[in-house]
């Protein structure tokens, strides 16, 4: 087994994960792994149930020596939105996760770290851009999500409301490309 990079979206009933080769920086992976947990049972079994799902998800692909995580952000006064109690689940699964893999590097990133302020449309397709077609190959649901993302466009919402849980696969992975420094600014200079 090659050594492997986890970078993931934490989620409480599913983590949207990209598994990547860290030899040659490419994503050899990228799921929705969901939880085999209830919403009826203690949030700490929740919490370690999801751990353990993203556990044996990467443990059967290969050897993981890092890990990639998305960082909880509780923003302050009209930049909030929602409650910032859901994020302490989020910190916990992170926080599992690394306890399952006690001999990886951690790294994590807060979502504007790794992504800035751009809209979850525009950030699932740059991240789609960023692949391979090989890389797009191991992408589960990209039909899916590429026509969810048309449907969006078309209709003026976001994929991350419409439900859709292929765009936190999306975050995952892109998680994993900020890493590697796959996931740089598009910069556009005058000639």
């Known amino acids: 087994m090659s050594p492997l990079a986890l970078s993931l ?3 409480i009933r599913g983590c949207g994960v990209g ?21 009826d049972e203690p ?15 990467a443990s059967r692909v290969g050897h993981v020596v890092q890990i990639i995580y998305e960082w909880p952000q509780v ?16 910190a916990g699964v992170d926080a599992a996760i690394a306890a399952f893999f006690p001999e990886a590097a951690l790294c994590g990133y807060d979502p504007r770290g790794w992504k800035g302020q751009v809209n979850s449309n525009e950030t699932a ?18 039909d899916a999500l590429e026509a969810k993302l048309e449907w969006c466009e078309r209709v003026g919402k976001e994929i991350k409301e419409t439900g859709c849980k292929q765009h936190n ?4 992975v892109g998680i994993g490309l900020k890493f590697f420094g796959r996931f740089e600014r598009e910069r556009v200079y005058a000639r």
């Open 43 to 57: 949030l700490p079994e929740r919490v370690r149930g999801m751990a353990l799902a993203v556990k044996l998800h």
């Open 75 to 90: 923003y302050q006064g009209s930049k909030q939105t929602g409650d910032p109690n859901d994020l302490t689940p989020l």
């Open 169 to 172: 696969t999306c975050d995952g």
């Open 125 to 142: 397709r740059r991240i789609l851009r960023r692949l391979s077609p090989a890389e797009r190959a191991t992408f589960e649901d990209l």
């Open 19 to 39: 598994l990547f080769d860290v030899g040659s920086r490419s994503l050899v992976c990228a799921s929705y792994v969901k939880s085999y947990r209830t919403t």
């Open 9 to 11: 979206d934490p989620g």
